[in-house]
């Protein structure tokens, strides 16, 4: 039913499980993935759904907004999901899973549906269509990105991620860290980690010690002076940091009513205020070397990190300029965006794209109109960050409870607090699914 096959665009996670939806709603689809005739330098098979970095799909308790992302995408009716759970080897508490059987599944299920063909050839244009969904990745092919890149404007399609790590707030130590703008400009906007001149020192020769993570041979190129790594600035010189992005001036700590040597600025990143981003510090330090030095920063020590520092190849969409909140181009509304394209971070937040991907393109083809998933939960938290954040400097951002409304009128501890957003989440979910399936009827996604 509903015309000709719609086409999607790449066979990683969000491409199948944006087919997997569409055809759960009784759509044909034309499944397009390149690999093997074609492949990218970080795969190494043919299989759908290659998972090219890690066999963990990360925590599984609801104390962790990505578990509560799993459980919400598991009980919608998952392919990504379903494959995981019927793959996952101990882990603790995370959720890993036996890479090749995970993949296999998911190839065996789409080559086996009914109403999704399997397209082994890359695509190099759009193909017609309406809608079609595109879910080409991080490496997306060249061909195919010019081609994006001309309908988003050059300017609104990013080819190197500069990430910079993002700090719990209730984590920052605020009897040491001040908030203040340089000479008092634009208001009280950022908080300041204020360092005398043996902490900064101290700080520069960490960095310069500190274990870093080698590029793989399809992410080295040369970085843009703007957004050069904080470890490569130090490098240059002990004071290039300090009259760089840590330079005090116009900035005076209340506590001592004097300038610091050196400060590092953190700016809000999130609506709730509940984030903080670390101002030019994108990095390649690795994780567990960024958590040791950044907490020696005075106010820092007992950081928690949302979110670490990358720089890597990745070829993402500057989602709040480009995308309607149903995941369209603005420009052009029968092209829908799914994955790692749209400036999501990770394998469970890519999926979960895929999924609402799915759902917004099948309702196009009906003619129907369906509710968003509820800012509450994790997925419309993911999505909602897609369409609302600051279209300057968007970065790639993995599903965290910072990015959810706050509970109202409830003050707890932050496991406690987490839970009970957790609770909210699936309590709204459940009211939302069967509308959604409803919107979509005959054909919805239980049928």
């Given at each position: 039913m509903g015309g000709s096959p719609i086409p999607v665009i790449g066979g990683g996670l969000a491409?199948?499980?944006?087919?997997?939806?569409?055809?759960?709603?009784?759509?044909?689809?034309?499944?397009?993935?390149?690999?093997?005739?074609?492949?990218?330098?970080?795969?190494?098979?043919?299989?759908?759904?290659?998972?090219?970095?890690?066999?963990?799909?990360?925590?599984?308790?609801?104390?962790?907004?990505?578990?509560?992302?799993?459980?919400?995408?598991?009980?919608?009716?998952?392919?990504?999901?379903?494959?995981?759970?019927?793959?996952?080897?101990?882990?603790?508490?995370?959720?890993?899973?036996?890479?090749?059987?995970?993949?296999?599944?998911?190839?065996?299920?789409?080559?086996?549906?009914?109403?999704?063909a399997l397209h082994r050839k890359e695509v190099t244009d759009l193909p017609d269509g309406d809608p079609v969904v595109i879910a080409s990745g991080p490496l997306t092919a060249d061909r195919l990105a010019r081609r994006i890149a001309e309908l988003t404007g050059e300017e609104h399609l990013y080819f190197y991620d500069a990430i910079a790590p993002i700090v719990e707030a209730e984590s920052i130590d605020r009897n040491i860290v001040f908030r203040a703008s340089r000479y008092g400009k634009g208001g009280d906007d950022y908080l300041n980690v204020p360092l005398d001149r043996d902490r900064y020192l101290a700080f520069v020769a960490a960095l310069l010690a500190a274990e870093k993570v080698a590029p793989r041979d399809f992410e080295k190129a040369v970085h843009f002076e703007g957004c050069l790594p904080i470890e490569e600035l130090a490098a240059r010189g002990e004071m290039t940091l300090a009259f760089g992005p840590m330079k005090p001036v116009g900035l005076r700590d209340p506590r001592t009513g004097k300038e610091p040597f050196a400060v590092v600025q953190l700016r809000q990143d999130d609506r709730h205020a509940t984030l903080y981003n670390l101002v030019g510090f994108q990095t390649k330090l690795t994780w567990p070397e960024q958590r040791r030095i950044f907490r020696t920063l005075p106010g820092l020590e007992q950081a928690r990190f949302a979110r670490l520092g990358s720089m890597h190849r990745n070829t993402f969409l500057n989602a709040p300029a480009c995308l309607t909140p149903a995941l369209q181009l603005k420009t052009n509304r029968h092209l829908f965006f799914a994955g790692q394209i749209t400036g999501v971070e990770g394998y469970v937040e890519s999926a979960a794209c895929g999924f609402l991907a799915g759902l917004f393109a099948a309702a196009r083809r009906l003619g129907r109109e369906i509710p968003p998933p509820p800012p509450t939960t994790a997925l419309g938290a993911l999505l909602a960050h897609l369409a609302t954040a600051s279209s300057r400097g968007f970065q790639p951002m993995n599903i965290t409870y910072g990015l959810f409304p706050p509970l109202e009128g409830r003050k707890c501890k932050r496991a406690d607090r987490r839970l009970a957003m957790a609770e909210r989440a699936l309590a709204d979910l459940q009211e939302w699914w069967p509308a959604m399936i409803q919107a979509l009827a005959p054909a919805g996604p239980c049928a």
């Open positions: 491409g199948c499980e944006a087919a997997w939806q569409l055809a759960r709603c009784g759509l044909a689809v034309d499944l397009f993935e390149m690999r093997p005739q074609r492949m990218t330098p970080a795969h190494h098979g043919g299989d759908l759904g290659e998972l090219v970095c890690s066999n963990s799909l990360r925590g599984a308790g609801m104390n962790n907004a990505v578990g509560l992302l799993k459980e919400e995408l598991r009980r919608c009716g998952s392919l990504f999901m379903s494959a995981a759970d019927a793959h996952a080897v101990p882990a603790g508490g995370a959720l890993a899973v036996d890479r090749d059987g995970f993949a296999g599944h998911l190839t065996a299920a789409i080559e086996s549906h009914a109403l999704i």
